[in-house]
């Protein structure tokens, strides 16, 4: 591995544009039994990415932030157990907790699998850290431990409501449910109703209607609901899913991709899924218990037969590898204010003009070449 040289986006301090510059090249040490060397062909954008950009992370700086990776297997060590799975070349995809954005990221084996076919970087790459964290949620034991999903699975005639059916997370929740045999109920806005039926929610309600907790409520009561999954929208959304639970006449298993400081505030009767900070699972740890669910299970299945949408799709930013992954995070943070308004920004600024009024949500990738 000595030939190689490795860059990185560096954030030197909070607040700042990151900087790119060399960074160690893991060795077959850092790598071990379960770790794979991947070189990186497309990085995507999460909301943590411009958060932890902006936030103060004490004196830990500098950092290397990013955590959807998409590329070529680089060097596994021989022998070990990563290499049962793994061969140079491999065209892979994954996630790792804030190291990605580095032309070259050790993975751990069981956060990655093999691209199906001939599919570009730019697809696979949005659906690393969104699938995993919806499957934590909605199937890990520590939370709703809902069934399993699987290809051609029987339907329950159960439902459950992912609240942010829109969100990178919810779209990737709202498939993982039905492919369980789930009905999926979504809430979004009003323009993303045919995105979110798209993949597959059998009813969807607008959050912003005023009467959305009766409504959503109701339709829940019309049969036995499974759960709900609060997958958008920080304190407020988890506020107002938790008033649908308990206006229902069940008693509703409540997990949020958000963490619920002051569960005094939860109303009565709805049962919150969620572990305390002192017995929270570690990074990575927390991620492994759902695997079957992901890249060692029905992801991987699912996506080479063509039965798991790329969803929401990529955007491709204009400037090209590290460089282009600053522009990347801004984008991203101008969606975050802005909503629907943010995402036409964005799209209008890589794309060069709006030919519709009409956008829904995206994913935003940044490609090497
Ligand atoms: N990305 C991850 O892998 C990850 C990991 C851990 C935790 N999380 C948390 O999960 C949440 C979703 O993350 P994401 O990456 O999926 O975000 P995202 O794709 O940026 O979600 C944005 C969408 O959320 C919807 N939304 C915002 N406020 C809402 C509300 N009050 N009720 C319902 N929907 C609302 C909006 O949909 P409309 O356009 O339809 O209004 C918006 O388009 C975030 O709060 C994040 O902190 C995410």
Redesign the pocket.
Known sequence: MAARTNRALWQDTFGVPGVVRESPLPTNDDLGDHKVLVKVHAWAI???DYMLQDRNMGSSYPVILGCDVAGTVEAVVPGSTAASQFRVGDRVFGFTANSGFQDYVALEDKLMTKIPGDMAYREPVVLG??SA?AAMFLFGEDYLHLDYPKLGARKKGKSVLI??G?????SNAIQLVIAAGYDAIA???KN?FDYVKGLGAVQVFD?KDPNVTEKVAAELDKGECAGIFM????K??NV?AWKVAAASKQTLKFAS??FIDNLDDVPKGVDVKQLSPGSFKPFPDCWFETTLVTFGGYLSEALAKGAFKVAPPPLVVNRIGLEGIQEAIDLQRV??EK??EGIKEAVNRVKGGMKEDKVS?VKLVVERS
């Open positions: 999460n909301p943590c850290l969104c964290t609240w942010g829109s969100s990178a997370v919810g809430t979004c806005s993303n959050y997958a958008a929208g920080l407020n959304g107002a991709s958000n969606i975050a909503g629907h949500p």
